[in-house]
């Protein structure tokens, strides 16, 4: 006998619990997008002047706007940026061209990145430091969460900004 499912089950992914990321991680150098495909290297998140953000959404998540990634960009730009996108090709360059966002795209398979990243759920943020490694990360819905997140590396962006 199956049980019932509640009208609402296509968001469950974002009911379960997810276990906290592991702070102090370094981002892997490189990370297999999909099955069967080579490794794309992420060295440059390691060597970035202020540090980065990467973000990892779904054309399939209702729950997965583009609002917030665009207007944290704007706002906090000396952070790099990317986005794990997955979807089909044409679904990912529709948000580039609605959200006008300047950041390298790449498309995934979420399921194969769970197994590297350790992260089961969208839209998720991962920030990390100038040498790749995670200081903060969870799961967002608007600019506010984002900046609770990226706060230790605003922080330290903002104190080296004070001591110019």
Partial sequence: MQPE???????????????????GTY???????????????FQWLRETEH???VFLMSASCSACSMGPVQEFAERFGAFCSCVLFEGSAEAME??????D???PFYLCDTVKLQSQLKVGAVPYALILNKIGQAVGAGIF???EKLEQ??????????CSLAQV
């Fill in 149 to 158: 997140l990226a706060a230790p590396l605003i922080r330290v962006y903002e």
């Fill in 51 to 53: 540090g980065s953000v």
């Fill in 101 to 103: 966002l300047d950041m």
């Fill in 5 to 23: 499912r509640p009208p609402d089950d296509h968001r469950r992914f974002l009911k379960q619990y997810a276990e906290e990321y592991k702070l």
């Fill in 94 to 99: 529709q948000q580039r061209e609605i959200y």
């Fill in 141 to 143: 819905n608007d600019c």
């Fill in 27 to 41: 981002f892997p150098e490189k990370l297999t997008l999909f099955a069967k495909s080579e490794p794309v290297s």
